[in-house]
């Protein structure tokens, strides 16, 4: 009885539940003082109460929460805690990031007013070691994570519905049809650690929606938002309605933005005109009190945007967004959850150079289609200490589309020629995937796998492309495992470590473009359907120290990527359409990359609070020597945020740079990016509950600057970031 002496009181007993359910929680680990151990079978906790220590409680199936000795003296009082379900992949290297403002504990809060941006690949730049290739000044920003890119990186919304691009320059990326209004939170996935939604490489990036709520009486809900920025007169407006009830909740969406040319620090004249709409239904529906039946159409229009540093701009794009998830909690069954999902997506791209000055000489157009469907279907199992994921996905990919080339002038004046661009090539992909994760005292295990049968045909085929290969339909049978371990060590500090090999098969472009300049240079990129799949073998190291007022994390990983897809100049095949040579897709025996994202956050002062991040990426050609390619430099940020008048006045200041990048891929056209500080300030104001105004002023200095991915309009003209802009927000919410 050493501690009651201590504590001069009884000891006493608390039970652990689950929120939902109110099933007792058995073997969650608890940390009060210097008291630890775990629940037993029936959830009970046995502890002397303490007035001066928080109750730190984690377990393998649900987040980890703590108690100060007010909320625990409450919770003793009535008896019980209850304990969130949480996804098991929170036990390898993640991130969540809350939008909109909704945050928790494990979570870093991105800057309210995102869910008002018309493009994901800008709001993911806020997140360290994230960056962007640019051809536009406004939109169809396709994210680049430590180095890796395209589809190295697998971008999804609820883990299934994607969408590919129809443009073979990818000015609509998959970025670009994320409904960021429609996201709760992103959940990067990092490295090849998590295969349960697909193939998982760089990353996997999981915009996830908020999950429906119920009302016994019906109830309305909704939200308007409003921006505007100065610099571009870009104008943007989001909004949603609603009804939810017992067993139901019905809301529409809907967004609209618009922007014009912007100014760069130098007064540089910078195209972006752009116009983007969405519009989209949701339904969920309780079919009985352990079955939920969702289902999502959205659709999204973008018109006459700018793409200065391309041959052509977007015309037009119409995109449809098709998802449905059925999914029933198994309370009396062998499995906690069964989870079933189908998806579809269809893009209708067009482009041209008809405001170009180029169109006087030969008008040119492109008309693409892709398609993209499948499903999954899931079971979670929960035994004592350990949590199972296992099931089934498809996914099937197909693209299609011609140019046109028109004469306008010369000997050949009047005539039309047609090249085909995707050889109507189709990629499916059928696996099966399993995880475990098992609670050994305070280690964490976790085990990864899956397997996927990959083929690859045309439907197609051009003559001349395939004049130089033995054969253009391939399968591949991939194989990707990941392990990790992580312990809690105290309730401050936490290690872990992953290794893993993730499998990717070549893309469409990547197999089928038939010689389009779609490069960093003037090059035309010609496929290649003999390509191996990449493999990348990467290990993952994470260290976290936690207070309640200091998060410090550092991640830090290694890869080595073997069969990387990359392209060289062959100067065998001859150009087509007067381009300087042909570069074709090839094999590089292999790549490495290495790098770190460092944060640290602290409550400083009673209302001030800091955050400083850091992120790092290294990576290089073996075979050559050489740097690849689309390297973000290192960049720091540092914020410091106000809490006034009990958090109704938040003014907040940003300072980042970035260094300077001059480990360029030269062979690749690359050139060398200069260092730069900029300077963002801004003034949140909630004047009554629901109703938030936001004024800023981004780029406070007006400083001329590049991003490194951000590509050239010509070579004397970069495509610069905009120079100062005033920003001005709006948001309420009933």
Known sequence: MAHAAITGM?????????????????????????????????GLIRLFPDATNYLYLSHISYEEISLSPVELKQALSAGRILLKPSPAVNLNPVTVYALKGKESRESVKLEHGDWVQHDAGQVLQQIPGFAAIKKSGAFGFDPVFRGFKLDQLALLTNGVLSSTAACPNRMDPPSSQ???????????????????????????INFKTAAPEFSPQPTAFGRVNAGYESNGE????????????????????????????????????????FNRGSVGINADLLVKTDQLL?????????????????????????????SGQYKISGMHHWYKTWTTQVYASFVDHRMGNEWRPAAANTLSSVDAKTETWG???????????????????????????????KMITGPMAGKTFTDTLWQDGEISRAGLFGEWYHQLNQYRLSVSGRLDLVKGTMGNPSSKFTAQ?????????????????????????????????????????????????????PYEMLGNPELKPEANNQADLMIAFRTQKTALQLNAFASIVQNYISSVINPQISPRFGAPGVRQYINID???????????????????????????????NRNSGKPLPEIAPMDLRY????????????????????????????DFGEKPTSSFTTLDLGLRVLPMKNLQLTVAVNNLFDLAYREHLSRFIRPTLPLNAPGRSLVMMASYSF
Do not use: C
């Open 10 to 42: 009884a000891q006493q007993t608390i039970q652990l539940k689950e929120k939902y359910t109110l099933k007792p929680v058995a073997f969650a680990n608890y940390h009060l003082g210097n008291q630890k151990g775990q629940s037993d079978a029936n």
């Open 178 to 204: 994320v409904l960021v209004s429609q996201a709760d939170q992103v959940e990067i996935l990092k490295g090849p650690h998590s295969f349960r939604y697909g193939p998982a490489m760089g990353a996997i």
């Open 234 to 273: 870009i104008y943007r407006t989001e909004g949603q309605i609603g009804m939810r009830g017992k067993n139901f909740q019905l809301s529409a969406v809907g967004s609209y933005s618009k922007g014009s040319q912007y100014k760069d620090g130098n007064d540089s004249i910078i195209p972006a005109r």
């Open 294 to 322: 969702s289902l999502s159409v959205n659709r999204n229009i973008a018109r006459k945007t700018d793409f200065p540093v391309l041959m052509m701009d977007l015309l037009s794009d119409d995109t449809w967004m098709l």
């Open 375 to 405: 499903g999954r279907t899931e079971f979670s199992v929960q035994t004592g200490r350990s949590q199972f994921y296992f099931g089934a996905d498809l996914k099937h990919e197909a693209a299609s589309g011609d140019r046109l080339r």
């Open 469 to 521: 290969y033995a054969t253009t339909d391939k399968t591949d049978l991939n194989g990707s495992f990941s392990a990790g371990i992580s312990r809690q060590w105290s309730h401050q500090w936490q290690t872990g470590f992953w290794l893993g090999r993730g499998l990717r098969s070549a893309n469409l472009t990547e197999r089928y473009i038939n010689s389009l300049q779609i490069g960093m240079d």
């Open 590 to 620: 292999q790549a490495r990359l290495a790098g770190l994202e460092l944060s640290w956050q602290q409550q400083w002062l009673p209302v001030l609070q800091q955050q400083l991040t850091l992120a790092y990426t290294y990576g290089e």
């Open 639 to 666: 914020k410091l945020e106000a809490s006034l008048l009990r958090e109704r006045i938040l003014p907040y200041g940003l300072l980042r740079h970035a260094l300077k990048q001059d480990r360029i891929a030269d």
